[in-house]
T-cell receptor, first 112, second 113 residues
Framework: DSGVTQTPKHLITATGQRVTLRCSPR?????VYWYQQSLDQGLQFLIQ???????AKGNILERFSAQQFPDLHSELNLSSLELGDSALYFC???????????FGPGTRLTVL | GENVEQHPSTLSVQEGDSAVIKCTYS??????FPWYKQELGKRPQLIID?????GEKKDQRIAVTLNKTAKHFSLHITETQPEDSAVYFC????????????FGTGTRLTVIP
């Protein structure tokens, strides 16, 4: 157990819908990262937050957005869902932005 | 952006033998190279990492080597055990200094008892 928690574990929804994934970092970690893992794209970096502020953006679609709250938990919002958004979404956290990252258990999103 | 290539995609070894997985990266400014192990349906677990000011790092049966000039790094697992069977991912940090990771495509390691 890495200490990073993610909810829900599984999410099944329909195309066009909107979902929110939640991540709680390890106690004391200031940085939160979101990654998407799919069979065709592999593990891809989406977005990073550090102490409440967006620090870097990767291959995140405009339909996706995220934020980090004052208690340092983070949410990833996915809207206008498409079949191709079906994937495992991982959150990772680190103490400082340059430290090693520890991954949460992931949320498996299935879009039907 | 950073491009990480990983080989081989699959690797089968006999229990007790060694396994070597190799990665190359494109951005000479990358300075952090972690390795993750992922079992089916589970989270990636950090098993070892190396920074660009070090050429080699060892942790029991696992070692990582880094050649900055050639821009490649390798994972070495000695005395393999069946529980080492998993998918292994290498990664390299990006050049922006934010330490975001770019992952290789993974190596499925099977250790045959």
């Amino acid at each position: 157990d890495s200490g990073v928690t993610q909810t829900p574990k599984h999410l099944i929804t329909a195309t066009g819908q909107r979902v929110t994934l939640r991540c709680s970092p390890r106690s004391g970690d200031l940085s939160v990262y979101w990654y998407q893992q799919s069979l065709d794209q592999g593990l891809q970096f989406l977005i990073q937050y550090y102490n409440g502020e967006e620090r870097a953006k990767g291959n995140i679609l405009e339909r996706f957005s995220a934020q980090q709250f004052p208690d340092l938990h983070s949410e990833l919002n996915l809207s206008s869902l498409e079949l191709g958004d079906s994937a495992l979404y991982f959150c990772a956290s680190s103490v400082q932005w340059y430290d090693e990252q520890f991954f949460g258990p992931g949320t498996r999103l299935t879009v039907l | 952006g950073e491009n990480v290539e990983q080989h081989p995609s699959t690797l089968s070894v006999q229990e007790g033998d060694s396994a070597v997985i190799k990665c190359t990266y494109s951005d000479s400014a990358s300075n952090y190279f972690p390795w993750y192990k992922q079992e089916l349906g589970k989270r990636p677990q950090l098993i070892i990492d190396i920074r660009s000011n070090v050429g080699e790092k060892k942790d029991q049966r696992i070692a990582v080597t880094l050649n900055k000039t050639a821009k490649h790094f390798s994972l070495h697992i000695t005395e393999t055990q069946p529980e080492d069977s998993a998918v292994y991912f290498c990664a390299a940090s990006d050049q922006t200094g934010a330490n975001n990771l770019f992952f290789g495509t993974g190596t499925r390691l099977t250790v045959i008892p």
